[in-house]
């Protein structure tokens, strides 16, 4: 179907606020991952799904940042009591095959603005 | 720890000439790397992928090159336009086992018409 879909794409929080990311990838597409892209910086890693199962969650910032994928398709990042820091772009990524051996094609992002 | 350079941050050149975006990676022990294409507010697009065992791959106007053992991948952009205007950004793999993907910070390419 079409490309991976992330909502919303902008979303502006006061600090302390809780905020919740969705991720819809490429249908079957088993790997699904999560990447953080602060202003003029790459994107940096934070954490890869297969299915399901969360694999690797090594670049999680802090125990704020919490992601799911339940039903091994839509995939949420969730921040808890959001700080400055974490005011960046989340983008989100699906691949056909497990780990990056397969091209991952990458949503639009969503503009997280913590004031 | 591997870390990524793309040097310049930043070209601007005029339309129809040819360029090189380079990209250097301390750690040669690679499985492969990407070049990829990002606009304004969007995602990423990949534009490249070289295995390890690769030297260069080539799509239209674009050409990758890797050189593992000098940790330097080029990307050549040939006759440029203005719609290649856009962030380039270059991505190492560390090993086939990795989940990870490691970019740099990307060069913001503007060509003038």
């Known amino acids: 179907g079409a490309g991976v879909s992330q909502s919303p794409r902008y979303k502006v929080a006061k600090r302390g606020q809780d905020v919740a990311l969705r991720c819809d990838p490429i249908?079957?597409?088993?790997?699904l991952f999560w990447y953080q892209q602060a202003l003029g910086q790459g994107p940096e890693f934070l954490t890869y799904?297969?299915?399901?199962?969360?694999?690797?969650k090594s670049g999680l910032p802090s125990d704020r940042f919490f992601a799911e994928r339940p039903e091994g398709s839509v995939s949420t990042l969730k921040i808890q009591r959001t700080q400055q820091e974490d005011s960046a772009v989340y983008l989100c990524?699906?691949?056909?095959?497990?780990?990056?051996?397969?091209?991952?094609?990458f949503g639009p992002g969503t503009r997280l603005t913590v004031t | 720890k591997q870390e990524v350079t793309q040097i310049p941050a930043a070209l601007s050149v005029p339309e129809g000439e040819n360029l090189v975006l380079n990209c250097s990676f301390t750690?040669?022990?690679?499985?492969?790397l990407q070049w990829f294409r990002q606009d304004p507010g969007k995602g990423l697009t990949s534009l490249l992928l070289?295995?390890?065992?690769?030297r260069e791959q080539t799509s239209g106007r674009l050409n990758a090159s890797l050189d593992k053992s000098s940790g330097r991948s080029t990307l050549y952009i040939a006759a440029s336009q203005p719609g290649d205007s856009a962030t380039y950004l270059c991505?190492?793999?560390?090993?086939?086992?990795?989940?990870?993907?490691?970019f740099g910070s990307g060069t913001r390419l503007s060509i003038r018409p």
């Open positions: 750690d040669s022990a690679i499985y492969n």
């Open positions: 990524a699906s691949s056909s095959g497990l780990g990056v051996s397969y091209e991952q094609y």
């Open positions: 070289i295995q390890s065992s690769q």
């Open positions: 799904f297969q299915n399901e199962a969360q694999l690797d």
């Open positions: 991505a190492v793999r560390p090993d086939s086992s990795a989940s990870k993907i490691i």
């Open positions: 249908s079957g597409h088993v790997s």
